[in-house]
């Protein structure tokens, strides 16, 4: 199951010896991973360098969070701009500096440009100026992030700008990938720059380590909660994880309960043993439900009421039965969607008038869901119906402030991609922009992300985390 380039990559020596061999190995990189508490300052010494073009117009949230969350800022922007930064550079003790002061010859951590002010094609110059000279010095497991804004309102040519950032970071990824560096676009829109700070702190943090070559957009629909805490996000909520014996779901409850969620950890009668051992490990508590059985969302709903209600749900369990449309049967392709698909439905129905106001739901996608896969078309239709089951309920949920979304993982390192014949394997992860499968922690820090009371402004949305591995069709 080991990834043997991986692997031998981890050795200095061994890299230093297929680099003087110039030997054809494409050592994948040592990702940069956080696997701390969520912290107020997950962003501690970072050197960031910031720019934004003229109109930019969420240096005030970039600022301050950037200031809060303990990061160094070198400044590349207007002088009217730059004025957002002296305020919170104060308070926090992180006055932000004139570029010159990091010197030519250093690297950095993240290169970050507000570029929601570009409104006409030419402007798009301004990307080019501000990566060109940089990007080759940017450290290894770096951040690129570019803040753009949804279309709402854009006129044509303003429209064609910001759609053209999206394309930009997408192929970025792919180029920095080989050194551990990702590339984002974060999308804003009117009056959502309020909510930005959360998304800034994941994004630009390692414990995005496998979200690569994507946008994300923020919106201002659902209730705005008060201050969303930094440290002990879920703390005293109660979390339902289901397929959590093993793999991603497993990982997702060990990193909920690190943030001081009651984790109700629910697999099949089958896996009772392991099931049971991770919610003792955890304080929280076991259910033994096969989630194919119609009575299924009826207990769930009964264990939950128990407890109070719930605040999060993470629908994870899932299983693949691969074949070819002409060969499958129908029990393989009523397995599939009965699952992966009916069985989240079900239950999210069961526990809706469960789930307390400003709570999330967070579903398993599968980028097989949004690419489409050979010998996928039942596992392809069910992954991509969690994503319009998630746009529809987010918009349904929303004034209850209630965030619904669907996390699309690419090849993950589990029981389910062990199954896949070695040679494929091998190929998939080489496929990806960081040449390497991604872990279940990494999948698991996604959706804890999406759990938490600061991802507010994300909803409806799938977020991919598949280490730039989405080809596309
Ligand atoms: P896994 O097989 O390691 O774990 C899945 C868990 O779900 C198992 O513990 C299993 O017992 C449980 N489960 C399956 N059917 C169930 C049922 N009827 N009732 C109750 N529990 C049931 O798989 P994983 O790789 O951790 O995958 C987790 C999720 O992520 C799945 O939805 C999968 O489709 C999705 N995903 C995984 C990958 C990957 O590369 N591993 C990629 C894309 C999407």
């Known amino acids: 199951m080991s990834d043997f ?17 110039g030997l054809p190995i494409p050592l994948p990189p040592v990702l940069g991973r956080d696997r701390t508490p969520w912290s107020a300052r997950p962003l501690a010494d970072r050197r960031i360098v910031v720019g934004a073009t003229d109109g930019a117009e969420l240096v005030a949230p970039l600022a301050e969070t950037l200031a809060a969350a303990g990061a160094n800022a070198y400044l590349e922007m207007p002088d009217a701009l730059r004025a957002a930064f002296r305020e919170p550079g104060e308070s926090f003790g992180r006055p932000a500096q004139e570029l010159a002061a990091l010197g030519d010859k250093a690297t950095c951590d993240a290169l970050v440009l507000d570029a929601t002010g570009i409104a006409a094609v030419a402007g798009l110059r301004a990307v080019y ?3 060109h000279p940089r990007v080759a010095r940017l450290a290894r497991s770096g951040r690129v992030l570019v803040l753009g804004r949804t279309p709402d309102g854009l006129g044509s040519e303003a429209a064609a700008a910001q759609a053209a950032l999206e394309g930009f970071v997408r192929s970025l990824a792919k180029e920095i990938g080989r050194t551990g560096a990702t590339a984002n676009l974060v999308l804003v829109a009117p009056g959502a720059g309020s909510r930005l700070g959360p998304v800034l702190r994941f994004l630009l943090s390692s414990k995005s380590s496998f979200v690569t070559a994507q946008p ?8 705005t909660l008060a201050e969303p805490p930094l440290a002990r996000p879920l703390e005293k909520k109660t979390v339902l994880v289901t397929g959590a014996a093993r793999g991603i779901g497993e990982a997702t409850a060990r990193l909920f309960a690190q943030e001081g969620a009651h984790v109700v950890c629910l697999d099949r009668p089958a896996d009772d043993g392991p099931t049971s051992q991770l919610a003792r490990a955890l304080g929280g508590t076991p259910l033994s439900v096969d989630l194919s059985d119609e009575a299924a969302p009826g207990k769930i709903a009964d264990a939950l ?5 719930v605040d999060v749900v993470v629908h994870n369990a899932g299983i693949t039965r691969d074949k070819t449309l002409a060969r499958m049967s129908e029990a393989q392709w009523d397995g599939v969607l009965g ?3 009916a069985a989240v439905v079900r239950t999210h129905a069961a526990l809706e008038p469960l789930l307390r106001d400003n709570g999330r739901v967070v579903c398993l996608s599968s980028i097989a869901g949004l690419a489409g896969n050979v010998g996928q078309t039942a596992y392809g239709a069910s992954k991509a ?8 309920t987010a918009e349904r949920l929303a004034d209850r402030g209630i965030t619904v979304n669907a996390v699309a993982p690419g090849f993950i390192e589990t029981r389910l991609t062990a199954a896949i014949p070695v040679a494929i394997r091998q190929v998939a992860r080489r496929l990806a922009a960081l040449g390497q499968g991604g872990l279940p922690e990494d999948v698991g820090q996604a959706l804890l992300f999406l759990a938490t009371p600061g991802a507010q402004g994300i909803t409806g949305r799938t977020l991919r985390v598949c280490g730039g591995a989405f080809v596309g069709a």
């Open 5 to 21: 380039l991986l692997e031998l990559g981890k050795s200095p020596n061994a890299r230093r010896l297929v680099k003087a061999l």
């Open 129 to 131: 100026y501000f990566f």
């Open 216 to 223: 994300l957009q923020v919106t201002a629909r659902a209730r």
């Open 385 to 392: 119906g969690i994503v319009g089951f998630v746009r529809a």
């Open 305 to 309: 009421r128990a407890l109070g209600g």
């Open 339 to 341: 699952v992966n698909l």
